[in-house]
Structure formats: C-alpha cells, structure tokens
C-alpha cells in the first residue's frame, strides 16, 4: 500500500532522512518512532505529499507521489502535528469547507457522525476560537477523516486529549485499520503504541534501523524485559 525506496530528504547541508526504504502493507497500524527531531513529521509530511523529498520515490496505491500527486491526495488523510483550522469558523463550518475538497459528496450526517466519534458532537456550533487546545486537535483528527481516506497519516494526533477520548480515539483507528485502510502514526505515548500498532520503526540518524513487531524487538533485544523497557531500549541504545 506504502512504498517508500531509497528515499532522503535534506535541509541545507542537514540529512533528515538517510537513503529510507519501508513498505507498510494494507490493513497496517505502522507506528513511527523516533526522538524529538528524529524525522518522523517530516517522513509524514512527505508521504501527505506537502513536502518534497531530495531523492528516492514513494508510491501509495500504486501511484507515485510526485507525479500523481493530485489522485494520491484524494486517497490520504493527514493529522499534522500543529493543528490546521479557520479559528473563526464553527466546527460545522470548517468540516462543511474540508468536504469541499473530497471526491465524493460528503453528507452532512457523516460530518455528524465524525463529531461523535472524536466526542465533539456538542461543539457542532461553537467557533474553533473558543474551542479547547484538546477540542482542537479532536476536529482536526475529524478533518482528516472526511473523505474516507485509504491511508491515514497522524502525527501525534491524540497529544493534549483526554484519557478516555484517547481510547475511543484509538478504537475507532484500529477498527478503520481492520476494514482496510492503512495507518502510520508517530507518537510518543508507549500505551499508545502497544495498543495500537501492529509493526513498529524506529528512526534514528535518519536511518530506520528497526522495522518490526514488538515480538521482533524483544528476540532482538532481551526477551526477558517489558515492553516498556523494550521501547525504551530501542528508542535509546545503540541498535
Ligand atoms: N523546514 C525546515 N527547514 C530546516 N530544517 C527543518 C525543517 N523542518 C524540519 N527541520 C529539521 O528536521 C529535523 C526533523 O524534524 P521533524 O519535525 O521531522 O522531527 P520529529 O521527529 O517530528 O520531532 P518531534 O518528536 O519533536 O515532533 C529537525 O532537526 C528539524 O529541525
Ligand atoms: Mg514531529
């Protein structure tokens, strides 16, 4: 579903992603893993097609990204890691503007429906100014899953929302992955990533020098430790 070859993406004299190679299958929860300023947001951001990568190529469904970037959009949803919304619009408004840019019709009662999943069905009139920093990042989680995307990127979507919207949140991603659809998601939170994900990669120097499940890490590292000391490890020592 995810196809990512010998791809590297440099700012200036700065290598953030070093030579990368990476296929997440259909039905996948990926999880990205990596220090702050380890490259996650910014593999995202180009696998969301907003930004350019230096070389290498990467195909989602088949389509390459730099050459058709337009058909690859309609079938990606990205939570980026800041939250994107028009402050001065209500949460109908800036789902009713989002749904402009889908392929299909977007009904009314499925922007409803998104609301409730994310737990913000009462806000449905509210202006996102005067919406909570978690209430903001719950509609942008709503925003990306308009257009009932293949591929869903999420960048440290649940930071900043409560316990219980975080599992309803988590529920429902692992639910859309079991109907198909394909999931990379970065965060920091070990829960999240022992709930959630199916393989994990770390990225380190660029480099993503474990792709695996968590089974994979353990054999690799010391099968008698936690999972927790397992992310840990992986995430700190040398691999
Ligand atoms: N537009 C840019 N110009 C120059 N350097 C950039 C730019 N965007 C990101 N970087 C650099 O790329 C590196 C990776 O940043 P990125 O945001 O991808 O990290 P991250 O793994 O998402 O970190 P975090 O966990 O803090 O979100 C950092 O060193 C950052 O300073
Ligand atoms: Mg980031």
Same mark, same amino acid.
């Given at each position: 579903?995810?196809t990512?070859s010998?791809l590297?993406k440099q700012?200036g004299?700065?290598i953030?992603l #070093?030579?990368? =190679?990476?296929?997440i299958?259909?039905g996948?929860v ?11 947001s910014?593999?995202l951001?180009?696998?969301?097609t907003?930004?350019? +990568?230096?070389s290498?190529?990467?195909? /989602?469904? %088949?389509l390459?990204?730099?050459? !058709? ?9 990205? /939570?980026?890691? #800041?939250v994107?919304? @028009? ?10 503007? @989002?749904?402009?840019f889908s ?10 429906e ?6 913000? #069905? &009462?806000?449905w009139k !509210?202006?996102v100014?005067?919406?909570?920093g978690g209430m903001?990042r719950?509609?942008?989680?709503a925003?990306?899953?308009? $257009?009932? +995307? &293949?591929?869903?990127?999420m960048?440290e +979507?649940t930071?900043?929302? &409560?316990?219980q919207?975080?599992?309803e ?5 692992k639910?859309?992955?079991? =109907?198909?659809k394909?999931?990379v998601y970065t965060? $920091?939170?070990?829960?999240e990533?022992?709930?959630l994900?199916?393989?994990?990669? /770390?990225? *380190?120097?660029?480099?993503l020098p474990?792709i695996g499940t968590?089974?994979d890490a353990?054999k690799?590292? %010391?099968?008698?430790?936690t999972?927790?000391q397992i992310?840990? *490890?992986?995430?700190?020592? +040398?691999l």
């Amino acid at each position: 579903m995810i196809t990512i070859s010998n791809l590297t993406k440099q700012y200036g004299r700065n290598i953030i992603l #070093d030579n990368l =190679s990476l296929s997440i299958k259909k039905g996948e929860v990926f999880g990205l893993l990596g220090t702050n300023g380890a490259g996650k947001s910014t593999l995202l951001s180009i696998l969301a097609t907003i930004t350019k +990568p230096s070389s290498g190529t990467v195909e /989602v469904n %088949n389509l390459n990204l730099l050459k !058709e970037k337009k058909k690859a959009r309609k079938i990606i949803g990205y /939570v980026p890691q #800041d939250v994107s919304l @028009w402050e001065n619009m209500t949460v109908k408004e800036n789902l009713l503007f @989002w749904s402009k840019f889908s392929k299909k019709k977007v009904e009314t009662e499925r922007l409803l429906e998104l609301c409730q999943t994310v737990r913000l #069905d &009462d806000k449905w009139k !509210e202006k996102v100014s005067k919406l909570s920093g978690g209430m903001k990042r719950k509609l942008n989680i709503a925003v990306a899953l308009i $257009h009932d +995307p &293949d591929i869903l990127l999420m960048d440290e +979507p649940t930071v900043g929302i &409560d316990l219980q919207s975080k599992l309803e949140i988590n529920q429902y991603i692992k639910k859309l992955a079991q =109907s198909g659809k394909t999931i990379v998601y970065t965060t $920091h939170d070990m829960s999240e990533i022992l709930t959630l994900c199916d393989r994990i990669g /770390v990225l *380190k120097e660029g480099k993503l020098p474990f792709i695996g499940t968590l089974d994979d890490a353990k054999k690799r590292i %010391n099968p008698l430790l936690t999972a927790e000391q397992i992310m840990y *490890k992986l995430l700190n020592d +040398p691999l």
